[in-house]
DNA sequence: CGTACGGTTGATACATATCAATATGCGTGG
DNA sequence: CCACGCATATTGATATGTATCAACCGTACG
């Protein structure tokens, strides 16, 4: 759970709720979504919801870094681009998580759907003025940059050290660790191209690793997008 | 210039210097080595000078995160292992860094001496009561996680995307703009093996680049420590 | 002067990239 | 419902960049 979404919802910032659709969604939406039952209309008071459609960019790499992100559905690839088109992405975001934020005036990032999703676009100086005079705002601002730091960090290791076989073993157990679906099974939304943009390396090798931990029984492709965890201990031990 | 250094030296943190010597010693080694002028005996009163010694450990991983670090004078290697041994350098601090700022309770690196060199050790606990109830200072560690976020995600870009050649031209680059010296010209303070675990290489590649580049006339390498940068242009290329 | 450590250079191996072909799935329109 | 076409994924053959293994060099230091 994002500390900012949850700080958002604390009783202290509680307004009264917009009427009207927007306002109305937001609530169901992120309700069904994660289950809490923490009041949220706070973010439609904060910010607005908006859809992208798969591929759709949601904002440009140094772009004026206006506003902050939090998804509602779907999943969002946030990335940099070298200048022959070689592409790195940073982090992949699903529901509850934060993108955006930043201390420059820019993005250092550009920011694209993964596919169909929804995303609540809150203004920077909103959140900064209530930040300003909200100590326990300011410090949810803070950990949810820390956060990115840590596992940007982590990151940082399986890029510099792990083999193909590591990285995606990883990638697979992080995946599965975030999308609280059926225990032992994930449903990446993410195409082969993009996970081996996000783990440095090629589609070819990104595909031949999960076959390979087909054959070897560790996981279970029914198809192409669905992965059956069906050893986690032999994943873990690729972890290291 | 680091900024919880800045936030540390304005003048509302200003206490009355404690007498005695080692408050003395971080004044004027701070000045000493960066050249500013602001009060910094603000330092003194929140931490303690320590020196360490090549290659001995200032924090190992996952021990109580209880302080953290201002490099005064030599460098700071920050890093992460493998269970094999595999490591990964997160960062060098140099003089003016801080390093060791946690939102966990532990710290989830480990943190060496590159060669001799002392730190300010600052008690989180302080720092954290002084944070509280003062906006400002508080607005200041953010921005140092921030910071820090910034580099490893441009760092990741290196690990995930870039050649032997771009890494190493990056590297280079960095350093040269990060250690105040004489321009076109970089004293490295680590080892080409610390080179090769920062950049995700070996230490045969690291090397090998490195003749390549001064072979290419890009650099000079007068001593191993010392390089020239002689073309910054074509480094600048290889940057992308 | 010799030893040790860090660095360089060379020969070879190997993991992953690249190039190329084939397969699978999926939306669209008949 | 099926046929087509396109995008995505898999698989194969080969190339290549970097790792590995090994020898050698140079400088600092006792």
Request: glycine letters at 8%.
């Amino acid at each position: 759970m994002s500390t900012i979404a949850a700080a958002l919802t604390q009783k202290a910032y509680v307004q009264p709720p917009l009427s009207g659709a927007v306002a109305g969604r937001v609530s169901r939406a992120w309700q069904d979504e994660t289950g809490t039952r923490q009041p949220t209309d706070i973010l439609a008071g904060l910010g607005v919801v908006t859809t992208f459609s798969r591929n759709s960019e949601i904002f440009a790499e140094d772009a004026p870094a206006d506003h902050i992100f939090l998804v509602l559905s779907g999943a969002v690839r946030v990335c940099k681009l070298l200048g022959d088109g070689r592409r790195q992405i940073e982090t992949f975001c699903l529901p509850g998580d934060v993108f955006g934020w930043e201390t420059a005036p820019r993005h250092r990032f550009s920011a694209e759907a993964v596919n169909e999703c929804r995303v609540v676009r809150v203004k920077r100086s909103i959140l900064f003025a209530r930040a300003a005079d909200d100590a326990e705002l300011a410090h949810a601002l803070w950990a949810l940059t820390a956060g990115e730091l840590s596992r940007t960090q982590n990151h940082l290791l399986v890029l510099g050290r792990k083999t193909a076989q590591e990285r995606v073993a990883t990638f697979l157990l992080d995946m599965a660790a975030r999308s609280a679906g059926t225990a032992g099974e994930v449903t990446l939304p993410m195409s082969r191209q993009d996970i081996a943009d996000y783990l440095g390396l090629t589609i070819e090798t990104v595909s031949r690793t999960l076959t390979h931990l087909e054959d070897a029984a560790v996981i279970a492709l029914p198809s192409s997008r669905r992965v059956v965890l069906k050893d986690g201990g032999a994943l873990r031990g690729l972890n290291s």
